[in-house]
């Protein structure tokens, strides 16, 4: 089974896992934004690999679309994200914002924790993380959840780590 692991990522959180991934399933890595409709039909299975950002899966509409018109025959995706994987409601939730019904049934679907990186982060980016900041901490009565992403978006942390790609790489091994 010939597998490709193609990432779309800012500040490299998501690379990271996908090299651990494409090690472990001996798939071929290659950017996202070096991935065509013609490459992809090379392989039996397409991971892809993003980041989220304000809910969404970066990259991932494109890359659905790409994998439609290809002849690869199985897609699965990855999301690597600030949120912890303990939170498995906000996870679920991210899950039925970006998949349709249907997906939820043939796209294969993993969550990674990660971190942020204000290093590494684009100017818009660390603008809007600025903001979100501000309107938590002017917010009165704040919530449990929202005292900890207060906390949480402070400053860069790295939460990333292999054991949260496992599931994954034991879903492909096994197919
Ligand atoms: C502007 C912005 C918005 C983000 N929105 C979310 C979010 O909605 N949920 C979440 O869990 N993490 C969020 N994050 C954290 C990123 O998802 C996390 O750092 C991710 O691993 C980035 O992947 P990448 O560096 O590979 O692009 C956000 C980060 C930025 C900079």
């Given at each position: ?77 990855f999301v690597t994200g600030?949120?912890?994987n ?5 996870i679920?939730?991210v ?14 679907h993993f969550y990674m924790q ?50 949260y ?11």
């Amino acid at each position: 089974m010939k597998i490709l692991v193609t990432y779309k990522t800012k500040t490299e959180f998501t690379k990271w896992y996908a090299e651990i991934i494409a090690k472990e399933v001996e798939g071929e890595l290659i950017d996202f934004s070096k991935v065509t409709n013609e490459k992809m039909s090379e392989y039996d299975v397409v991971v892809y690999g993003g980041g989220l950002h304000a809910g969404r899966i970066n990259g991932f509409k494109k890359a659905k679309e790409m994998f439609a018109k290809s002849a690869a025959k199985k897609m699965v995706v990855f999301v690597t994200g600030a949120t912890p994987n303990e939170e498995t409601e906000t996870i679920d939730e991210v899950w039925k914002v970006n998949l349709t019904e249907e997906e939820m049934e043939s796209v294969p679907h993993f969550y990674m924790q990660s971190g942020l990186c204000y290093e590494k982060m684009s100017f818009p980016d660390k603008t809007l993380m600025k903001l979100l900041a501000n309107m938590l901490s002017k917010k009165e009565n704040k919530s449990n959840a929202e005292l900890g992403q207060e906390q949480a978006i402070k400053s860069s942390y790295n939460i990333s780590d292999e054991k949260y790609a496992k599931p994954l790489i034991e879903y492909l091994l096994g197919e």
